[in-house]
């Protein structure tokens, strides 16, 4: 038995070193000022509070106020206490109605869930995806291409959708907490679009965005790396696809602005007739979340 093992073993080796081919991963850009308080919560990642950060006048974030994660599934009972003490009373799942079957939030029963999502997965679009990118009919710019029309569909596409998930943001009285699946792309945004409606330059709301490649350094590595081992059950599938879709580009959040003011003509036209936030009010948010 143990011979046949070693046997086995060998063979799937010899597999691996034949079907694959090297593999060069890119070094993605990261955010270069850590200003945020990374929490340690057992099995979720991702998971941190926005602050300690100055707008362009020289307001502070308060810190405690925004807090944003990947999802809750993984989400242990022994972690419950851990929100309790960071007074988070509402979470705002930001992903599809498919994605939350598949996998659910763990929550304290005292917590205020909602679900807002943008758009969703009509005709099981992302399992097709899946079964492409594993045939190899996806490539790296495929991937590059799509993250980049995801990013401007998000900000226009269902524009009613995301007035409701700000201004339920902006309006929590108590602590909050938004998470889509990897608490990249959609967190990242609207974590871009509310810095923005606080004032914050953008190199602070850049910095911020890119973090996420910071805390998730070592799950996406570690991902990509058996990727490659395993490359040889899979041969045609290009990994650099999965490199595009573990990390943050500033391009793709460059392609959300960009269809902002290519649309509306400025973000701060969008501020207000979009999201609905007239100067007024967006002074007062800025005086409520920031000293």
Not at 4 to 22: A, G, N
Not at 74 to 81: P, V
Request: aromatic share 10%; net charge positive.
């Amino acid at each position: 038995m143990n011979k046949l093992i070693q046997i086995s073993v060998f063979t799937i080796s010899l597999c691996c070193i034949f079907s694959c081919k090297t593999q060069h991963f890119e070094t993605p850009e990261y955010g270069k000022n850590e200003t945020e308080k990374v929490i340690p919560i057992r099995k979720v990642t991702n998971f941190r509070t926005v602050g300690n950060i100055k707008n362009a006048d020289g307001r502070t974030l308060k810190e405690g106020k925004f807090y944003r994660s990947a999802h809750l599934h993984k989400l242990k009972r022994k972690s419950f206490d851990d929100f309790e003490k960071l007074g988070i009373k509402e979470i705002i799942d930001l992903r599809n109605s498919r994605e939350i079957a598949q996998k659910p939030d763990q929550l304290p029963s005292e917590n205020v869930y909602k679900n807002f999502s943008a758009f969703e997965d009509e005709g099981d679009q992302l399992a097709q995806a899946k079964k492409l990118v594993l045939k190899g009919k996806v490539n790296a710019s495929d991937a590059d291409k799509r993250m980049i029309d995801f990013y401007r569909e998000y900000v226009t596409k269902n524009p009613e959708m995301i007035k409701r998930i700000i201004t339920e943001i902006l309006e929590s009285k108590d602590p909050i907490l938004y998470h889509c699946t990897a608490g990249k792309d959609r967190t990242g945004i609207t974590t871009a679009l509310i810095l923005t409606i606080l004032k914050f330059d953008k190199e602070t709301v850049y910095n911020e965005y890119l973090l996420s490649n910071n805390y998730r350094k070592n799950l996406v590595q570690k991902r990509l790396r058996l990727a490659h081992t395993l490359h040889f059950l899979y041969p045609k599938m290009d990994l650099q696809v999965l490199e595009k879709l573990s990390w943050v580009e500033k391009r793709y959040l460059d392609a959300a602005f960009e269809e902002i003011n290519k649309k509306y003509g400025s973000t701060d036209v969008y501020i207000q007739q979009v999201l609905g936030i007239s100067d007024a009010k967006r002074k007062e948010y800025i005086q409520k979340f920031t000293y």
